[in-house]
């Protein structure tokens, strides 16, 4: 590709309403443009790199045996209404009707395509296992799309879905997505973690995120230096057991005139926030529940809604619980609560002589016994925090920001036992179908790669996923300069290698500026005085070092050192 004829928008500043650096730096460089918010368009460097993440993707699953499909994006809704899902997906999922007024959405994920496929197609245990897969469009009705890239409302994602036919199978379809995820990430020159997740909305028995650091990421993730990783959502620590007082008589009321919050309790009763109940209301589905953790810890809503197999979970608004409870946030509590479903955290088990609201404003109830004076139904609900020790090890924790590039799940038979796809066994029994899903998510892994990879000059690209491998600038692009470089940028495109060719009428530093900003790999400078020598010099854009290479030997140098750093992306084995 010549730069002239190439349309590639640089910009020398960045965007005001970027702030995460790729973000910005996807932009300036040229590779995309922002349509609406969390919807962008990709320019042609964009859909190169795509390609290429998109090549890689297909390589390792092809070779774990997939079969691609393509499924359509406009989904009627009977399909989602079979799985219960139609109401679960809430406002996150695009819906619409037809002209004859049927219901439609825009596809999120494919589980209920892929398994009307399946339960149409498959009839036997002779037909299984299947791993089927797609690079598709999907869409998210995101309510705050930020950090350009990293949250969209239209995105590229790989799905896979396996069919067995039994739990066996569907641990060696889990695994080989675990190892397939684990090259594609490093041949994309991720630096990233498995971490132990929630399955949410999607359901199943186990799920694991693949999760890249950065302050850009909208998720946390824990993790210890003896290798266990979980995402904030699902994790668990250890934390120092707490002896009560025991308690003397039945609860009894105390006056707290104007104290709501724990801390304001802790000062006016002297009572630690560890000794007391915090009590929360939250709206599911339309219903009340009420959620118990102890004073010094958080509500973690996502082990919420996965305890109530629920995604509609929010908090109950002060109109809601004062007409429920007859009193108001700060004043609640579990003992001679309405009849509503009441969750407790696991910490709180066991304990005595507690201090909580007593459904009457400015007033709280003290020597509260969980399971004396009130029945709950446990669960671990509360938030790990940073230096908590680690459930394995014992030794301090790490919480840190990270973003998810892919995700996978033992579904189980949650999505073919709602909508029917059975298959005979070999002694001829019907059996549900034991599924897994699971994801990747294209733009992320871009986004990831810059996030990790770049400098004050723009973008470090990893080799693998770069739009070129090599960007050719001629110092002044005429003479014996432009004539070296239209010999060796032919010599380059023979060889195969990727090759930009500077080709404008450009000042060097503009140029230099360019390819920097771009964050090509390697960039071969054509200059009078080297060129002179017959020698050209060969800068690497991620280390900044310049080797004087000659132009004979350019090709076969440029072909050994690009085999090798690929080759350094490449795990040495692949089991399947």
Known sequence: MRWSRAFIPTLRDNPADAESPSHQLLIRAGFVRQLAAGVFSYLPLGQRT???IAAIIREEMDAAGAQEYFLPALHPADLWQETGRWNDMGENMFRLKDRAGRDLCLGMTHEEVFTEIARKEVRSYKDLPQIWYQIQTKFRDEARPKSGLLRLRQFMMKDSYSFDIDWQGLDRSYKIHHDAYCRIFTRCGLKFVDAEASSGAMGGSQSQEFMVRM?????????????YAANLERAVSQIPKITDQPAVGDPHEVATPNQKTIAEIAEFLKVPATHQIKSLVYAVNGSLCLFLVRGDHQLNESKAMAVLKTAQLRPAHPDEIRETFGADAGSLGPVGAPNIPIYADVELRGRQNLTCGANRND???????PDLHFKPIWADLRTVEKDEACVRCGKPLEVYKAAEVGHIFKLGTKYSESMGAMVLTADGK?????MGSYGIGLERIMSSAVELYHDADGIIWPLSIAPFSVILTPIIYQDAMKEAAERLYGELSAAGIDTLLDDRAERPGVKFKDADLVGIPYRVVIGPERLKQGKVELFDRSNKKTELVNIESLVPRLREILRARLAALLPDTREF
């Open 50 to 52: 795509m390609l290429k």
């Open 430 to 434: 019907q059996t549900p179908i034991v």
């Open 363 to 369: 007033y709280h109830l003290q020597g509260v016994t």
């Open 215 to 227: 302050e850009a990421g909208e998720d946390f993730v824990v993790s210890c230096s003896c290798g």
